[in-house]
């Protein structure tokens, strides 16, 4: 099912800056990773999904409805988590989250039920009665998310939700998020400009740079063909790729690391007997699966 | 047996049950802020000039019934008890304005707000409704305490309430005319700056500033001048609007034949106070 679609969606603010430009992707529900490097757009693309400023041009639909004129359809089924700080340190984090419920619409019991809830699901049920202003960044990103997901939308938008966590929190959230998209079913996009960090967790991958549309598509069929074999060998790397080309593999090198493409588990077998006719001191063998980032950089380098 | 000591995770449950529009959140934010307004879910700390002020002047209106009721005497009328405490409610919108919009501003909560159904006239609708009605039960509820005091003590039975609610409603009137153009000022001058501490100072010195004009003006030798001064200060402005409506000029001052003047400005101020807080909001609220 398509969730998100835009048309050669356009965004130029006033005074020429092109913030999105000529913008055309489908995507399916799941966790979604909208990944670039800062300024690339990626802001501009959920506040335009949310009604907050219109595009320019093309046209963006959400769960096929228009942001524009059905902004309010939009937004009682979207969840949104701004990157920059956004609590109030003078409140308690569970009248805080029933609060923002009851702008989302909800009446005040079943605002305080939802309150509960998705301040438990994002693991904050001890110390929602405390003031925000003394909760960890930690916890206030917690906080955050869960006010996003105190309405119970189909679809969170999720601006940098790892921003300013040290490396257990950036997991632990992680973790969190796909969850949420796997088991409670609710579609994420979550925005960021570490590849490696929302690769882990996202079922399709949007990748855009100044504005432009880097690339689309399902983390699975990125990665399809990426697995290489990585040999590393004491000395003789020369003659090992003068020989495994002989027995028609195709070997890229990497510093000290010859990269191997792994077509079939006869790879193995072929480079070993390679390495043992060489007599050559064998380092290191092993599987490498692509990074996406990787996939980004060969793409990049074609286009030029 | 066994079962009951088990806890059972129920995982993520899906909300089914019923969606308010934006009519039902922008009254969740009106009643949200006139709690603030009072401090009620707030911190102590908050609620204790609210009520400071509010306590004044139960006590003064209290006093005041005291003396109509035992003594039969009149100090202040409904209207200038109003005009007495304008101080006081100076001081209230100049603490409370900012509380309601400042802090917002401060904590960058607005986004969350605008990514909701809420839209940038329901949030100024609701803030503004609540602080004008915080300022309007300010006023009011002393005003009824007043009426209390000198309504039952009477001798006229029925009749003497009647009269009184009479002097009561325009009262009442006045109070709200109060309120809706102090809390107008407030919000507009609060909504610029994120610091609470600016904005009351800000908000102060507006009223504190006029005031000095008005002076100036009203000792030129100069009637009409001396007419048109109460057009300088909001407060001023205000008595001279309830003077010329009543016909009644002693002991406030005297618009003359400018009394629909007074009118007109008092309903521009407050329009164009409402119009610049949604002009700013629809900026602040594309982000």
Known sequence: MTIIATEALTKTYGGGVTALADLTVAVDAGVIGLVGANGAGKSTFIKIMLGLVPPSSGTVRVFDLDPVTETDKVRARVGYMPENDCLPPDVSASEFVTHLGRMSGLPRTAARERASEALRHVGLYEERYRQIGGYSTGMKQRVKLAQALVHDPDLLLLDEPTNGLDPAGRDAMLALVHRIGTEFGISVVVCSHLLGEVERICDSLIAIEGGRLLRADRISSMTAVSDVLAVEVADGTDELAAALTARGLTVSREGRLLLVPLESDAAYDRILQAVSELDLNLHRLDQRRHRVAELFTTKETADV | ?287
């Open chain 2, 1 to 287: 047996m066994s079962e009951t000591g088990v806890i059972h995770d129920i995982g993520y449950q899906r909300y089914a049950g019923e969606r308010l529009g934006r009519l039902a959140a922008l009254n969740a934010l009106y009643v949200h802020g006139l709690r603030a307004s009072f401090g009620l879910g707030r911190s102590a700390k908050a609620k204790i000039f609210p009520w400071l002020v509010a306590g004044i002047m139960l006590l003064v209106a209290v006093i005041l019934a005291a003396v109509r009721s035992q003594l039969k005497q009149v100090i202040f009328t409904y209207v200038q008890f109003a005009d007495q405490m304008s101080w006081l409610i100076i001081f209230f919108v100049a603490i409370l304005a900012p509380a309601l919009v400042s802090r917002d501003m401060r904590s960058g909560t607005l986004p969350l707000y605008f990514s909701r159904p809420l839209r940038a006239a329901d949030y100024v609708t609701a803030k503004f409704a609540a602080l004008t009605t915080a300022v309007w039960l300010l006023l009011g509820v002393p005003q009824f305490i007043m009426f209390l005091g000198a309504a039952f003590t009477g001798d006229d039975g029925a009749k003497g309430v009647w009269n009184e609610f009479l002097d009561l409603a325009p009262g009442w009137g006045y109070s709200l005319l109060w309120a809706l153009l102090f809390s107008g000022i407030s919000l507009l001058i609060a909504s610029f700056t994120g610091k609470q501490a600016f904005a009351a100072g800000g908000i102060v010195a507006v009223f504190l500033l006029t005031t000095p004009i008005f002076g100036v003006l009203s000792i030129l030798p100069s009637t009409t001048a001396n007419e048109m001064a109460g057009l300088a200060s909001p407060m001023t402005l205000i008595a001279g609007v309830g003077a010329w409506l009543s016909g009644n000029t002693e002991n406030t001052l005297d618009p003359g034949r400018f009394g629909p003047v007074y009118g007109i400005e008092a309903v521009c101020l407050i329009a164009v106070c409402l119009l610049l807080l949604l002009a700013r909001y629809r900026k602040v609220a594309s982000l």
